[in-house]
């Protein structure tokens, strides 16, 4: 098997290609720069020439505009980026004949769920541009599964966390403030909840996806074995590095978020339908990530 990943230069895109050559299975990374083959999936021509030209039998699709303040901002760039770049690399899919495309969606088209855990059967609930253009892309893939026949499966993950992360993001920015012993900020008392796991689980749920006939034409929520709040989460930082960082519990930065988001999937479809366990726990990603960091600093 060898597998197109696209948005290969993102935090996921990273860990999942490093663990698929681990496993043996050739990858072609894609992004807009830094792989060999390297372009934009709006370009028809690097899209239907260049990428169709390259040897591979899947593809995985993480390619995307995720900052959801930018999607505010100019939702018409996360628009086309996120819906027509999916677009673009369905036909790709089909025209390839490939034997799967996973297309990467997100916990977010729930918004703010009435209920936990979050089934594949739980209402959407957009939001923001980026929700919307996640919801678009689903209801595309699974009109080419569904009219054409195009072997299909969607992932709906909650917050991803490892090497190659963003600096700002809460993950890494804990780590960070934790090394340094500098205070660790926490709005609404930390009181959010997700469902937080290290990208090397998520690339596993992709090689199980790839691999398994029950997981066409399947959507999969996708998150760590259980919930837990921005607090519990920067307290294990903190006991992880051995870290005397001072919590600093900060009231919400606004009205909107007085009421805390709590959001975290119930991954029982997974284990069920692909028989798929976490490759890492927690603390094991966690510990993980502590280590690329101080490599990093």
């Given amino acids: 098997m060898k597998v197109l990943v696209t948005g290969a230069s993102g935090m996921v895109g ?6 698929f050559r681990e496993k043996g299975v050739g990858t072609v990374p894609t992004d ?3 792989w060999d083959v390297s372009g934009n999936l709006l370009d028809k021509d690097f899209v239907f020439k260049t990428l169709a030209s390259q040897d591979f039998d899947a593809i995985i699709h993480l390619a995307a505009i995720t900052e959801l303040k930018k999607t505010i901002e100019d939702p018409k760039t996360c628009f086309e980026v996120n819906c027509f ?5 369905l036909e790709l899919a089909k025209k390839k004949g ?13 918004g703010a769920p009435k209920h936990n855990p979050v089934s594949e059967e739980s209402p959407f609930d957009p939001r923001v541009p980026y929700d919307y253009s996640k919801v678009v892309s689903e209801n595309m893939a699974m009109a080419f599964h569904r009219s054409v026949g195009l072997p299909v499966a969607i992932t709906r993950s909650w917050l991803l966390f490892g090497e190659y992360d963003q600096p700002t993001r809460a993950t890494i920015r804990f ?9 660790l900020t926490l709005y609404n008392g930390g009181r959010d909840t997700t469902s937080p796991s290290h990208a090397v689980n998520y690339a596993k749920l992709a090689l199980s996806i790839l691999t398994n006939e029950k997981a066409v034409g399947q959507a999969f929520n996708f998150g760590g074995e259980g919930p837990v709040s921005i607090r519990e989460l920067a307290e294990t930082v903190k ?15 606004s009205e909107l ?8 999937p119930s991954i029982d479809k997974i284990k069920s339908l692909l028989g798929y366990k976490h490759e890492l726990s927690l603390e ?3 510990k993980r990530t502590v280590d690329w960091v101080k490599t990093q600093s």
Wanted: net charge positive; proline share 6%; with cysteine.
């Fill in 257 to 264: 978020e007085k009421d805390p988001q709590i959001s975290y």
């Fill in 85 to 89: 770049g999916t677009l673009n690399m």
């Fill in 239 to 253: 006991r992880l590095t051995g870290s005397g960082s001072e919590l600093k519990l900060l009231p919400p930065r």
């Fill in 98 to 110: 490939v034997s799967r495309i996973i297309v990467a969606s997100s916990a977010n088209v729930f």
């Fill in 32 to 34: 807009l720069a830094g």
């Fill in 175 to 183: 780590i960070r403030a934790c090394l340094k012993e500098e205070p």
């Fill in 14 to 19: 990273r860990n999942l290609v490093g663990y």
């Fill in 284 to 286: 094991q990603g966690l």
